[in-house]
Nanobody, 120 residues
Framework: QVQLVESGGGLVQPGGSLRLSCSASGSIFSVYAMGWYRQAPGKQRELVAGITSGGSRNYADSVKGRFTISRDNAKNTVYLQMNSLKPEDTAVYYC??????????????WGQGTQVTVSS
């Protein structure tokens, strides 16, 4: 059983920083692309940032220059460093990963989500 476990969310003031972590665990053969999505109340889930196994990154225009995605392939972990946070960054943040388990075929996995609230 493969699962993604997120941590690092919370309440922060505007202009502050948070770092999210997401670790893939279980019977994993290989982890490919990993990324972070977010969903604010009443809005659709959107891609925040993605990173390939080779380290290529992409970002939503709204977070460019403020957020940084990185990964540790040895730990099957992806990070999202969020700086200069704004109230509009408030959302549930979800980790996503393309994983090949040791038994079975490639699948796309989601974490359970972690709440980020930016408010004074």
């Amino acid at each position: 059983q493969v699962q993604l476990v997120e941590s690092g969310g919370g309440l922060v003031q505007p202009g502050g920083s948070l770092r999210l972590s997401c670790s893939a665990s279980g019977s994993i053969f290989s982890v490919y692309a990993m990324g972070w999505y977010r969903q604010a109340p009443g809005k659709q889930r959107e891609l925040v940032a993605g990173i390939t196994s080779g380290g290529s990154r992409n970002y939503a225009d709204s977070v460019k220059g403020r957020f940084t995605i990185s990964r540790d392939n040895a730990k099957n972990t992806v990070y999202l460093q969020m700086n200069s946070l704004k109230p509009e960054d408030t959302a549930v943040y979800y980790c996503n990963a393309d994983i090949v388990p040791t038994v079975g075929d490639y699948e796309n996995y989601w974490g359970q989500g972690t709440q980020v609230t930016v408010s004074s």
